[in-house]
């Protein structure tokens, strides 16, 4: 069993280019990247089968998900604790259904387009030049302009999410694509936050 533990972190560190950069080492971030590449590729697995059971045990009890939404010009922040419950409705869950994906590639984010209607890139991106701040901005936002309130624990506490999170995007030439962040919590990559806004033009 351990043998064959080692064969398949071997091969995903090869897929990554992790081994070929220390031959022989196999090193705790490097397996931590591990852990990430294939928690991304199961979630993203997951959220093309519509597997609302599989994303919820990526879902940490006592943290839950945090969805980015736009209502109107407005971009606000939705809590839940499943999958199911804060999602944005079933017809937002099923617009995943059946995505088709590239691996995951760790580079700088795509960005979108609103005149063009299109990604500046075409394809499954994982950041790795830096961590995402869009939900602290929203909570900081709301503060000074919107209707809910975030306390400075609340910011403090968003701040150190997304401090140990890495946003990913599966990016569709139509439709929605699939926009969401792994966050690394007691040696294991969660699902945390859904940004439904990054590629929304209706502001």
């Known amino acids: 069993m351990r043998i064959r533990q080692f064969i398949s972190i071997f091969v995903v560190l090869i897929g990554a280019g992790l081994y070929a950069q220390s031959p022989g080492v196999v090193t705790a971030d490097s397996l931590k990247e591990v852990k990430f590449l294939q928690t ?3 979630v993203i697995a997951a959220f093309a089968k ?4 599989a994303l919820n045990r990526f879902i940490k009890p006592g943290v839950g ?3 980015l939404e736009r209502i109107g010009v407005f971009d606000r922040i939705e809590h839940d604790h499943t999958i199911e419950h804060g999602y ?3 017809e937002t869950f099923n617009s995943f259904i059946g995505i088709k994906h590239k691996p995951v590639v760790c580079s700088s984010l795509p960005e979108y387009d609103c005149g063009a209607e299109a990604w500046s890139k075409q394809g499954t991106f994982a950041d790795s030049t830096g961590s995402d701040r869009l939900l602290t901005s929203t909570a900081k936002w709301q503060n000074k302009y919107g209707d809910q309130h975030y306390s400075k624990v609340d910011i403090s506490e968003f ?3 997304e401090a ?11 439709g929605r694509s699939l926009v969401f962040s792994l966050t690394y919590m007691d040696g294991q990559w969660w699902l945390t936050i859904m940004d439904f806004v990054s590629d929304d033009c209706s502001a």
């Open 159 to 161: 701040e150190d999410l």
């Open 65 to 67: 998900i945090y969805y």
């Open 88 to 90: 944005g409705g079933s």
């Open 40 to 42: 991304a590729e199961t």
């Open 164 to 174: 140990a999170s890495r946003k990913i995007i599966v990016t569709v030439t139509s």
């Open 50 to 53: 519509g597997d609302s059971a």
